[in-house]
Nanobody
Framework: VQLVESGGGLVQAGGSLRLSCAAS????????IGWFRQVPGKERQGVSC????????KYTDLAKGRFAISRDNAKNTIYLQMNSLNAEDTAVYYC???????????????????WGQGTQVTVPS
């Protein structure tokens, strides 16, 4: 499975970005796809997950009410719509294919099988 993120950039506080994760390779309904983020020197954080089997979604607290994950199966692309961004959202955002088809309650603790290269999101303080 190959994953390629895009859509990152510089955005002012309060603004929005939509990240994309283009997937290719094996059938994507075999994999739950998670979005993670990481700041250098800090632990990786789970953001959101969408199941491959039924497109159910999960969010960690940092994303609830602000971010929305979705998928377009025709385009094999997963999106992360991010609203009300603030400086604490500055990070490299990665999409990753988990080794299971469904996002479990602790999906963010699973080590994914495949990672994208990441896309930088910067929100100046």
């Amino acid at each position: 499975v190959q994953l390629v993120e895009s859509g990152g950039g510089l955005v002012q506080a309060g603004g929005s970005l939509r990240l994309s994760c283009a997937a290719s390779g094996r059938a994507m309904d075999d994999y739950a796809i998670g979005w993670f983020r990481q700041v250098p020197g800090k632990e990786r954080q789970g953001v959101s997950c969408i199941s491959g089997s039924d497109s159910t979604t999960k969010y960690t607290d940092l994303a609830k009410g602000r971010f929305a994950i979705s998928r377009d199966n025709a385009k094999n692309t997963i999106y992360l719509q991010m609203n009300s961004l603030n400086a604490e959202d500055t990070a490299v955002y990665y999409c990753a294919a988990l080794g299971v088809p469904k996002c479990g309650p602790y999906w963010y603790t699973v080590d994914p099988e495949f990672w994208g290269q990441g896309t930088q999101v910067t929100v100046p303080s």
